[in-house]
């Protein structure tokens, strides 16, 4: 058994991240970090946690619990300025190791503490003990169109997520008076993910994300312009993926499907007026675009099965 300790433990990332090790083969829990819980038991989080989980400690001490993997559930600052302990894989789910540009990180995280190795398994698999998880949406966005980068100059990505994408600090926006029966875009222009994207695609996007009114899931809806065969490209990138669906022609991917799990659907349609390739892609959020996605670059680290303790399937209607 590999040991596994888990930084940020009390957001949303760090929970799901949670419920992943607790379900895993080749994991063996052995700290729990948070600053906000940190003396307190498990079942502080979640009353169904029993008393054999180690309590929560600092987030400085679960660090130095001597784990084999760290997973780094932490804001951006706290996630740059971590030093990881030598000999030990870190999994950083926060957004300041990912671009390579120390100018681009810089002016979009306010840090720039060097990039990981950047870990989106089917197509970009991790290199080396230190990994940077990518963004949901970059996640999703990259799937659609990474297959297709050598027949496209550029992309436009109209993407949608659950309300849990803001985190579980309070914010305004986030109140269920804003969110609740409205849909509204946000960071248009200026989001994060956009700067990831451009940089493993290879070209620039024009990225619009939106605030969907439910709790977890994500579509990003994907024009391109492009005389490849779409389908084609799409089936051979993911014929051997566990993880990545693409659906028969004609079937759309759907969050109902995908919410809760660690897997992707991805759809390709083609617009008869105007010829416009169109690749929808749909994840959990949490799952395939956070905590899902964190355990499986663990598991490529670490040399273990690679979807150990992933939910590959939804609930059947």
């Not at 929970?15 to 970090?33: F, I, K, N, S, W």
């Not at 100059?153 to 803001?166: E, L, T």
């Not at 566990?242 to 809760?260: K, M, N, S, Y």
């Not at 991805?266 to 956070?290: H, Q, R």
């Amino acid at each position: 058994m590999q040991r596994a300790a888990i930084l940020g433990c009390a957001g949303y990332a760090g929970q799901e991240t949670l419920d992943r090790v607790l379900g895993h083969p080749g994991l063996e829990l052995v700290a729990l970090g948070s600053d906000s819980l940190a003396g307190q038991p498990a079942a502080a989080l979640d009353p169904r946690l029993n008393g054999s989980l180690p309590a929560f400690t600092s987030n400085a001490e679960a660090a130095r619990s001597g784990a084999d993997v760290i997973f780094l559930c932490l804001d951006n600052d706290a996630a740059a300025a971590f030093q990881p302990p030598a000999g030990t894989v870190v999994v950083d789910l926060a957004g300041a190791h990912r671009l390579t540009d120390d100018a681009e990180a810089d002016a979009w995280y306010g840090t720039a503490p060097g990039a990981w190795s950047y870990g989106l398994p089917e197509l970009f698999p991790p290199q080396g003990p230190l990994i940077a998880n990518p963004g949901c949406y970059a996640t999703a966005a990259l799937l659609a169109l990474v297959p297709l980068a050598g027949s496209i100059s550029g992309a436009v990505v109209d993407a949608k997520s659950g309300v849990s994408g803001a985190g579980k600090s309070l914010k305004t926006s986030s109140h269920a008076g804003s969110v609740l029966e409205n849909l509204s875009p946000y960071a248009v222009g200026a989001h994060r993910h956009a700067p990831e994207i451009a940089q493993q695609l290879g070209m620039p996007v024009c990225f619009v994300p939106h605030l969907l009114p439910v709790r977890r899931g994500l579509l990003a809806t994907c024009y391109v312009q492009t005389d490849a065969d779409a389908r084609a490209l799409l089936e051979a990138a993911y014929a051997a993926s566990p993880v990545v669906r693409v659906l028969p022609e004609g079937a759309t991917p759907e969050l109902v499907r995908v919410q809760g799990t660690d897997a992707a659907e991805i759809g390709i349609f083609t617009d008869g007026a105007t010829g416009t390739t169109i690749v929808i892609c749909a994840l959990d959020n949490l799952g395939k675009g956070a905590a899902g996605q964190a355990v499986q670059n663990a598991n490529l680290a670490l040399g273990l099965d690679e979807t150990a303790g992933l939910r590959l399937t939804g609930v059947p209607v």
